[in-house]
């Protein structure tokens, strides 16, 4: 399939890798309606450089999911907390968006108590810079990394997901 086309898609089923090209601000809404309607729980991780859309990304997951409120980059407070107004697949009620991007030291998760988080079994816990605490966190339930392109002169966000379990998430076309 061909990279390039706006909306493009593709899905590895022997790896569980699927990726997508989002060619605009709407683009990025809808791949997050799709992760919203998913049985997701446990921790997400994205990845990629500075303004590459993770935080947009997870704002409009979070209104899919039902929030309403405003939805606070963690950048400083390393956690935001939401309570979902009821549960969604996977029984999930509560999201925490963690930026682990200023963390020193992966000990400092535990003064914070983030293994509540990761332990709560009605939680999806999505996880900015996750990397810089890799040896101190599960593995995720999925990765998604976003990476900016140039394409035919227009700057589009390459997203990859990696799911660890066979059937969590298929992608499908945007709108």
Not at 91 to 106: F, I
Not at 124 to 145: D, K
Not at 149 to 156: F, R
Request: with cysteine; charged share 20%.
């Amino acid at each position: 399939m061909d990279m390039t086309q706006a909306h493009s898609f593709k899905f590895d089923n022997a790896s569980q890798r699927q990726e997508v090209i989002l060619t605009s601000e709407a683009d990025t809404q809808a791949l997050a309606e799709q992760l919203a309607q998913a049985d997701i729980h446990g921790s997400v991780w994205l990845s990629g450089d500075l303004g590459a859309g993770k935080t947009t990304l997870t704002r409009y997951w979070l209104r899919a999911l039902g929030h309403q409120g405003s939805v606070k980059s963690p950048t400083y407070t390393l956690v935001e907390p939401y309570q979902l107004p009821q549960a969604m697949a996977g029984g999930v009620l509560r999201v925490y968006h963690a930026d682990l991007y200023r963390l020193q030291d992966p000990e400092e998760l535990s003064f914070i108590g983030f293994e509540e988080y990761l332990d709560d079994a009605q939680a999806l816990v999505i996880i900015e810079w996750a990397s810089r605490a890799e040896g101190y966190l599960p593995a995720p339930m999925m990765t998604i990394s976003i990476h900016i392109e140039q394409q035919q002169g227009k700057q589009v966000r390459r997203v990859e997901i990696v799911c660890e379990q066979k059937g969590i998430f298929e992608l499908a076309p945007l709108r």
